[in-house]
């Protein structure tokens, strides 16, 4: 598995476009990158998900350069509610009949101020 | 939105004691997962199950730990006989297939179990 490595933390004030960036340097061909939050006491949530290129949902843009040995999850306008832990996640989700298993790191906690 | 959810949302146990925790994925999802979050650790894999049966277990998921599908809705982690270290959050995962190659595992609330 690709291991991935990621800012702790990060504090941003309300309104503001947060940018996490995750390091990836051995990703695999067949590897996707997928983001999860997780708020306290709450299962993680998928946010998104991406190969190569640019993504973008109601929630968050991910960033992947054509080397794809990192990706930035953006979130525009953060407000108090997206304090939370971001996790990055990279595997191989083609494979196997369901067996893909996510493993989590420690994630980057974030912190939006008033 | 269907939702995965969990109960209890949280049960305190005796050391050797036996615990089962459920969950009822969304239907029409065919894969199922069980983690567990230590306080303030990471999240960590335990088992995936699919086409009712094991596909994949973790280093944790020792002979201790079993899961099952009693009733094509429930899935139930089963603990056989607790120990001080199983205190953690357990969260149930589910996910549909899909022949898009995209993969999104919803998360239970989790249960915090607490064994004294």
Known sequence: LAKT????????????????TCS????????????????????????????????TNEVASLFIPADRKSSTLSLPRVSLSDTAVYYCLVGDITSGAGSYQLTFGKGTKLSVIP | ???????PSHQVTQMGQEVILRCVPISNHLYFYWYRQILGQKVEFLVSFYNNEISEKSEIFDDQFSVERPDGSNFTLKIRSTKLEDSAMYFCASRPWTSDSTDTQYFGPGTRLTVL
């Open chain 2, 1 to 7: 939105e269907p939702e995965v959810t969990q109960t």
């Open chain 1, 24 to 55: 990836h340097n051995n990703i695999a061909t067949n590897d996707y990158i997928t983001w999860y939050q997780q708020f306290p006491s709450q299962g993680p949530r998928f946010i998104i998900q991406g190969y190569k290129t640019k993504v």
């Open chain 1, 5 to 20: 490595t990621q800012p702790i933390s990060m504090d941003s004030y309300e309104g503001q476009e947060v940018n996490i």
